[in-house]
Every structure is written in C-alpha cells, then in structure tokens.
C-alpha cells in the first residue's frame, strides 16, 4: 500500500527519480548499457505509469467486447496454469495438478481443476451419450441426456481428492501443488442418484452399484448403496457451465467425501448388484497392503487434512513484519471443525481463523495473522473434523500403516522458512 500526500511533491519526487535512474544508466559501460537497453525501457515504462502520472493503459480504449467468445485470465496471469509434471508421459493416463498456492478462496476454476484419467479424454456427443442402468432393479432403463435434466436438479459445493495425494513413497516436491495439487472444489449441479434408483426401483437383495466409464480404459468402481441412497449425485455441470471433458463431460458420477477414482467420468453404466466387482481399481489398485500382511481395501473416505499455501514451498518473504498465514483444509467425513498452525515447527500450536462458508465435505479456507521476526522458521498446520478426528504426523501414520502404503497419505505438511525469506519443503531438508 501507498500513501498519497501532496501530489505536487510527489510529482517532484517521481521526476527527481527518473532523472535519478536515467543518470545512473549512463554511468554503465558500453557493452553493459547495450545488453541492457530493453531492461531501462521496461523500468522507464514501469516509473511512467507509476502516480501521480496518468498510466498508458489510460489514454486509449482497451478491446472491444467480443473479442474473446470465451473470458480468458489477463496475460498477466498466464503463469497460473495446471501443473503437469514433466517425468509422466500425458497421454494415455495422466494427471494435472492445481496450482493451490497461487488461488483465493475455495472454489477452483474450472480450467485449472486437477484432473486423473487412465485412458485419454474421449470427446462424447451428448446426443448420442447413454447412461444403463440395470441389474437389481425392478424395471431396467436407459436414459439419455436430456432425460437426466429432466429430473429435479440440485447444486452442491463439494471438494474432490485423488487418493494418491501425495503418495507415502515420494514425499517430496516444492509447491504446494506438487504435494497436495490433486485437490479442488466446485459447485456441482446435476440429479440425486437416490431419485434416478427410485425410477428403476430397487430389489431388495441391492448392496452394491458398480459404476463404469465411457473411456477407453472402462473405469470401474463399486459403492456401496449406502452412499447411493445418501448424498451422491448425477452431475452435468460445474461452476455454473457443463462439465468439461476432462472432468466427465457430458455426465460423472459424484460421490462427496470419497476418494477422487470413484467418481467415474464419462458414466455410461450404473450396474445394480449383490457384491462388489472386485474391478482393477479396487484390487490392483486403489488397495494398500498393511505391515501385517492383511490388504486395507475400499478405503472409500477421504480423511481429515490440511495444508498452508501461503507462504509455501516457491514463494519467498520479502520483509520482515506482518505476514499472513493462509492455507486450505478439508475432510470427506464432514465440516471441518477447527484448524490449528504452528510457527515453530510444532512445538506449539495457535487456532486460525476460518473463512466462511463452512461447509460439508468442501474446501475450508484458514487464515492466521503472523509477525515474522526474520529468523529461520518452520510453519505447518493441523485440521479437526467435526467427527473429532485430528490430523496426524506422517510419523504417526508410518507406525500403523508402514512405509508400503501407498494411498491416503493425509499428513501434517511441514514449510521451512530460512533467514532469507525462501519457502522449501521441510520434509526434503
């Protein structure tokens, strides 16, 4: 922030400045002043569009509506993108990450939601698209699209989590998006699934649906009908616009509070049986084998969790003084009750603010003021649920689950700060 005082002594000031930097360019060698030519210009323009002066976005008309069919972010943003990591081939089965510390609030924007497929994106003509819903049902349907809105719609803001976010092996990265970047949140709009179930008519013997995918791999979950016959929905649109491809266009199931991999995208097929399919994504994968020798399967809710994102691992205070802490929590067993941050790597701890709307099974927004004092530092948070669950450690989680595990890795995330300013992973000091 800028005070504005007496304009005409800040005019002075701003000439007195110029001229300042104009003679200390000209004081450069040769060669140096020549490689930096573009460098002055920049900084003359930046000093120029700076007050009391009138800046040059000022003195023209800006794009006419209608140059952009579809909104764009200013190009000053384009370095807030999805993070794609570069050692994966991104073709057949992929991930995007979110880019966590670099957002506002809660919602994500659609064109930055993380996204997992395992068989490429299909483009789906919604006209032609298909949802099958048989096995233990009284009458067996199959509905098209325009049958779905036809039934009462209803919108939800719900977060969604990979289960693989990070995952126990790799513990490393240097944002925030690289460890947690598998996590959004959206407005959901679409059909309860209770009420589409309640069309066909479910027999009694019904414990399972087994969900699959239009894509080419056949994604294929299995949920149990308690989930069915609660909050899950039929979803088409996200964020207020249809869904995009990535995300399941034209219709994906959501399952609010469970592991990213049983939402399916592209859902073609809703198969009502006594059992669960036992497909690869639930045996294979998805399915964590314990110290014990025993197999921890359908593990279908996301536990409580937490994570600051600024400042995070990238980023860097410039001063030090009043910073704030900022971070996001979450939990697929209900509201988050409390979030606790630690300035001093845990040996204690301080409650943080938490932004409204609280709500069930989405992202909750935490907020801590802080007076950094410029010494090194390691900041870190806790979230509680309303169940009472407390983030652990993931030395905690280590001694019950053991180092083979592989999913639900839902650990306290620790940031270093050193005297400088840097923000690095502390798991990796």
Not at 80 to 100: D, E, F, M
Not at 210 to 229: M, N
Not at 349 to 372: N, S, Y
Request: aromatic share 8%.
């Amino acid at each position: 922030m800028t005070e504005l005082t007496d304009a005409d002594n800040d005019q002075d000031r701003a000439v007195t400045s110029r001229r300042h930097f104009l003679r200390s360019g000209a004081a450069v060698g040769g060669a140096a002043l020549a490689g930096g030519l573009a460098g002055i210009s920049e900084a003359r323009a930046e000093i120029d569009n700076l007050p009391p002066n009138v800046p040059e976005w000022m003195k023209a008309p800006g794009d006419p509506m209608g140059s952009q069919l579809y909104g764009a972010p200013s190009p000053f943003e384009k370095s807030v993108v999805k993070n794609i990591p570069k050692n994966l081939p991104q073709y057949i089965s992929a991930s995007g990450r979110t880019p966590l510390q670099d957002l506002d609030g809660i919602i994500t924007p659609n064109g930055l939601f993380y996204e997992r497929h395992h068989g490429g994106v299909p483009t789906i003509d919604p006209a032609q698209h298909r949802l099958m819903l048989h096995g233990l049902v009284e009458r067996p349907l199959i509905f098209t699209m325009e049958d779905i809105r036809r039934f009462p719609s209803e919108s939800h803001i719900y977060f969604l989590e990979c289960s693989g976010n990070p995952v126990y092996k790799k513990p490393y990265g240097k944002t925030a998006s690289d460890l947690c970047g598998l996590l959004s949140c959206a407005e959901w709009t679409g059909v309860s699934l209770k009420l589409v179930l309640a069309e066909a008519g479910l027999k009694p013997e019904a414990k399972w649906i087994v969900a699959e995918g239009a894509d080419a791999a056949a994604l294929t979950r299995s949920i149990p009908i308690e989930k069915c016959l609660d909050d899950a929905m039929l979803v088409y649109s996200q964020n207020g616009e249809r869904l995009r491809p990535q995300q399941g266009y034209p219709l994906r199931l959501l399952l609010p509070g469970f592991e990213g991999n049983m939402n399916v995208k592209w859902l073609r097929r809703l198969h009502v049986t006594a059992e669960p399919a036992y497909s690869r994504e639930e045996t294979s994968k998805y399915t964590d084998l314990m110290p014990d020798g025993s197999a921890r399967e359908f593990t279908f809710y996301m536990e409580a969790k937490s994570i600051i994102t600024r400042p995070s691992g990238g980023q860097r205070l410039g001063s030090k003084g009043f910073h704030e802490i900022s971070g996001l929590a979450w939990s697929g067993h209900g509201k988050i009750r409390r979030v606790d941050v630690s300035i001093d790597g845990g040996k204690s701890w301080q409650e943080a603010q938490l932004q409204e709307p609280i709500l069930t099974r989405a992202l909750t927004r935490f907020r801590l003021p802080w007076h950094w004092n410029g010494e090194a530092t390691t900041i870190q948070s806790r979230a509680i649920d309303e169940t009472g669950y407390v983030q652990p450690t993931l030395a905690e989680l280590l001694a019950v689950r053991g180092d083979n595990h592989f999913y639900h890795n839902n650990a306290i995330w620790p940031w270093h700060i050193a005297e400088g300013g840097e923000v690095t992973n502390a798991a990796n000091a």
